[in-house]
Structures are given as C-alpha cells and as structure tokens.
C-alpha cells in the first residue's frame, strides 16, 4: 500500500467514525442504560454495590394507597383488611417484592429512563442519561436526596462503554485497512 493510499484510508476511516459516532454513542449509552435498569432491579444494589435498603415497614392509613394499585382486587383486599398498612405490605398485596429496594413498582420510570442529551464537541460525543419525561424525571428527583443518582453506573458499566467504543474504532480500522 502506498504511503497515498494509506492517507486515504485514514482520512475515510476519521470520516466514517466521525459521521457514526453519534448514533454509536447513543446505542452503547442505551445499553448501558439497559444493564443498569437489570442491576437495580434484579440485583438490587447501586452503583457501588450496595444495597438501596429494605421497603418501608412503617404503617400509614390505608387511604393513603387509595387509586394507587396496579393489581386487580388489590385495593379491595387492603380495604378488607387492617386499616394501618405498609409499603411494603402494599406492594406484596399488587404481586411485587416487599424486600429489597429495586425501584420498579409500576416501571413506569425504567420505560422512560435513557439517553436525555447529546453534547458533540469536536472529536467527542458525550450523552447523558436521565429521565425521557416528566414522570420518570420526578421520581428519580424524588429518590435522589436518600439513594443518591439510582442510574449511575458502576465501574463494570463504565468499562462496557470504553470496551464498546474501543470495538468501534478497531472494527473501522480493520475494515478500511
């Protein structure tokens, strides 16, 4: 390969990597997203592994879940009975875990829960994960003064990102050369 081929190459391979390096961004952001969603709700721990803590065992009156159950006749059974209750009990009478925190009663936030800004800077592209719409952006707001930023990721998901990015520009390198 000549010495103007190669610079050929490499000006197609920056060009290729700078017109793709939103969208990948974007998706390996997503997929970060996607892991961390799993962590908090099927491990259960934060971003430094710790445990978000257990649901509440404080008795409020009942009234105060009125219109708020996801399960039918769970409203109905909670009126039949005691007339102080739980979250967590609540949450065992609409079929979810009362243990450990995950965050996922209705899902509502998880389902609008991703990438919320892009920021493209010469030679980078930076994302920011966050609430899509109000809802989720109030309940993550609301959780934060006691768990902190519940959608951070941990050094394992970090490590994905540059794993990711690292497999992106090699894989154009290789494709070109």
């Known amino acids: 390969m000549s010495f103007l081929d190669f610079a050929v190459k490499l000006k197609l391979i920056t060009e ?7 969208d990948d961004t974007i998706q390996i952001a997503s997929e970060i997203m996607k892991q961390v969603r799993t962590r908090v709700s099927d491990e259960k721990v934060d971003a430094d592994g710790s445990p978000f803590g257990q649901y509440s065992q404080a008795k409020l009156p009942q009234w105060y879940f009125y219109g708020k159950s996801i399960v039918d006749g769970a409203e109905d059974e909670m009126k039949a009975g005691d007339w102080f209750i739980s979250y967590a009990e609540f949450r ?4 979810r875990d009362s243990g450990d925190i995950n965050f996922s009663f209705t899902g509502d936030m998880w389902k609008s829960t991703g ?28 959780q934060e003064p006691r768990y902190g930023n519940i959608i951070e990721a941990n050094e394992e998901e970090v490590e994905f990102a540059f794993e990711a990015n690292r497999e992106r520009i090699f894989g154009t390198i290789n494709r070109f050369l």
Do not use: P, Y
């Open 16 to 22: 290729e990597l700078n017109a793709r390096r939103e």
């Open 92 to 95: 065992e009478l609409n079929n």
């Open 115 to 142: 990438v919320v800004q892009v920021q493209n800077t010469e030679g980078t592209t930076t994302v920011t994960l966050g609430g899509q719409d109000a809802r989720s952006q109030d309940i993550l707001a609301w």
